[in-house]
């Protein structure tokens, strides 16, 4: 089952204009991941923020964490045409296991 | 380095018949995950190995999926008489160790589709 929701389900923008991603989730987590995906195949790790952060950047990435809300952002700046991919959530909770619960997604598509 | 690899990249098979889906984790890593997509959906856990023994196999829908890693490096999920709805695309990711804050690393996956 998925552990909660992204929105927007889809987002078109400008290469230039900034993008911005939410992702809600339902349970206690040790942290919450970001991952790209490109033509429904593999993922690709973005950044990771974890429960007692409450922001965090890499590159042109920033990702804001919530706990109290349990929600989290992903805004990615200057966008770019190769940008344009699926963008997830996933929440790993505590203990040892790793699992990773993913979000349902955001599409986004930078037009040139 | 070598990533993340799974085998066949694609696989259409009938409804009924039985699959094998491979993956090669990154050497040294002792932790190795699967999960399925569905079109449109995100990833859903499957099961994970650490090492040789699946640690946590919760995510398997049913007792026609199954998982093997017998020398703690490649893993094969099993599905037998496949249904329709298990059309998917199958991925692996494996990381250092299990663990919460471990990067998992995925493959390019698996696109099931049964007929």
């Known amino acids: 089952s998925q552990q909660g929701e992204e929105d927007p389900q889809a987002l078109s923008i400008q290469e230039g204009e900034n993008a911005t991603m939410n992702c809600s989730y339902k349970?206690?987590?040790?942290?919450l991941q970001w991952y790209r995906q490109n033509s429904g195949r593999g993922l690709v790790h973005l950044i990771l923020?974890?429960?007692?952060?409450r922001e965090k950047h890499s590159g042109r990435l920033r990702v804001t964490l919530d706990t109290s809300k349990k929600s989290s952002s992903l805004l990615i700046t200057a966008s770019r045409a190769a940008d344009t991919a699926s963008y997830f959530c996933a929440t790993a909770s505590s203990g040892n296991t790793g699992k990773l619960i993913f979000g349902q997604g955001t599409t986004l598509q930078v037009k040139p | 380095g070598a990533g993340v690899s799974q085998t066949p990249s694609n696989k259409v098979t009938e409804k009924g018949k039985y699959v094998e889906l491979r993956c090669d984790p990154i050497?040294?890593?002792?932790?190795l995950y699967w999960y399925r997509q569905s079109l449109g959906q995100g990833p859903e856990f499957l099961i994970y190995?650490?090492?040789?023994?699946?640690?946590?196999d919760s995510g398997l829908p049913n007792d026609r999926f199954f998982a093997v890693r017998p020398e703690g490096s490649v893993s094969t999920l099993k599905i037998q008489r496949t249904e329709r709805g298990d059309s998917a695309v199958y991925l692996c990711?494996?990381?250092?160790?299990?663990?919460?804050?471990?990067?998992?690393?995925f493959g390019p996956g698996t696109r099931l589709t049964v007929l």
């Open positions: 349970t206690s987590i040790n942290n």
């Open positions: 923020i974890r429960s007692n952060e």
């Open positions: 050497s040294g890593h002792t932790a």
């Open positions: 990711a494996s990381s250092l160790i299990a663990g919460a804050g471990n990067e998992q690393f």
């Open positions: 190995f650490q090492g040789t023994g699946a640690a946590d």
